[in-house]
C-alpha cells in the first residue's frame, strides 16, 4: 500500500500555464509538507499543514498556493509557471509537526518541467 | 540560520568495505537528525532519526552517532553492498519551528 501518493509524478508544461500537484497520505498524519527540490538535488521545505492549518510558509513565491482540503491531502497550485519552476516536488508526511520525534515520510515527487 | 553541509560529495567505495558518511549543521538547537537515502528518480527513504538527547542509532548496517555539541553527525555503513548506491541526505530538525533543513547530499556508489 502506497503510504504517500503524488500525482502526477511527470508534468510538462509551457511558461504562463497553471497547475496543480496532488497529495495524500493513508498512515493517518496529522502534518504534510511540500518540499523543492532544485537542480543541484538541494531540498528545501516550502509548506506545512497540520491539520489543514498553515504552519510554515517559506519564501516563496505567491504563485504558489497550497490548499488541505481535510487531513490527508494536500495539494499545491502553481499560477503563471516560469522556468525557474523546474524542479521535483516532494510531498511528505508526519504523525505530529511539534516534538522533534517524528520521521517524516515522502511521496515518490513529481518531477516538473516548465517549457 | 540553519546550514547543513555534507562532505564527500560524492564517494566510492569497493564492495564489501566500511564507509563513513558526514554531515555538519551550524545550529545545535535541534530537535533531531535524520538520515535519508534517495535513489535516482525516487523519493526518499527514512534511514535513522537520532533524538537530540541520543548519541546514537543503529539499524542492521547502519549506524548513526549524534555530536551535537560539536554540530556532527556521522552514518556509518558496514559491509557495503552495490544496493546501497544512493544519495545519503542527512536532516536537522529546528527548536521552535517544524522545519527540516537538509543538507547537500553525498551520492555513494559501491563498486563490485
Known amino acids: 500500500d502506497t503510504a504517500v501518493s503524488q500525482t502526477p509524478k511527470y508534468l510538462v508544461t509551457q511558461m504562463g500555464n497553471d497547475k496543480s500537484i496532488k497529495c495524500e497520505q493513508n498512515?493517518?498524519?496529522?502534518?504534510m509538507y511540500w518540499y523543492k527540490q532544485d537542480s543541484k538535488k538541494f531540498l528545501k521545505i516550502m509548506f506545512s499543514?497540520?491539520?489543514?492549518?498553515?504552519?510554515i510558509n517559506e519564501t516563496v513565491p505567491n504563485r504558489f498556493s497550497p490548499k488541505s482540503p481535510d487531513k490527508a491531502h494536500l495539494n499545491l497550485h502553481i499560477n503563471s509557471l516560469e522556468l525557474g519552476d523546474s524542479a521535483v516536488y516532494f510531498c511528505?508526511?508526519?504523525?505530529?509537526?511539534?516534538?522533534?520525534?517524528?520521521?517524516?515520510?515522502f511521496g515518490p515527487g513529481t518531477r516538473l518541467l516548465v517549457l | 540560520k540553519q546550514e547543513v553541509t555534507q562532505i564527500p560529495a560524492a564517494l566510492s567505495v569497493p564492495e564489501g568495505e566500511n564507509l563513513v558518511l558526514n554531515c555538519s549543521f551550524t545550529?545545535?538547537?535541534?530537535?533531531?537528525l535524520q538520515w535519508f537515502r534517495q535513489d535516482p528518480g525516487k523519493g526518499l527513504t527514512s534511514l535513522l532519526l537520532?533524538?537530540?538527547?541520543?548519541r546514537e542509532q543503529t539499524s542492521g548496517r547502519l549506524n548513526a552517532s549524534l555530536d551535537k555539541s560539536s554540530g556532527r553527525s556521522t552514518l556509518y555503513i558496514a559491509a557495503s553492498q552495490p544496493g546501497d548506491s544512493a544519495t545519503y541526505l542527512c536532516?536537522?530538525?529546528?527548536?521552535?519551528?517544524?522545519?527540516?533543513?537538509f543538507g547537500t547530499g553525498t551520492r555513494l556508489t559501491i563498486i563490485p
Open positions: 511528505a508526511s508526519s504523525l505530529r509537526g511539534a516534538g522533534g520525534t517524528e520521521t517524516q515520510y
Open positions: 498512515l493517518g498524519h496529522d502534518t
Open positions: 499543514y497540520n491539520n489543514k492549518e498553515l504552519i
Open positions: 545550529d545545535s538547537a535541534i530537535y533531531n
Open positions: 537520532i533524538q537530540s538527547s541520543q
Open positions: 536532516a536537522v530538525l529546528n527548536f521552535g519551528n517544524e522545519k527540516l533543513t
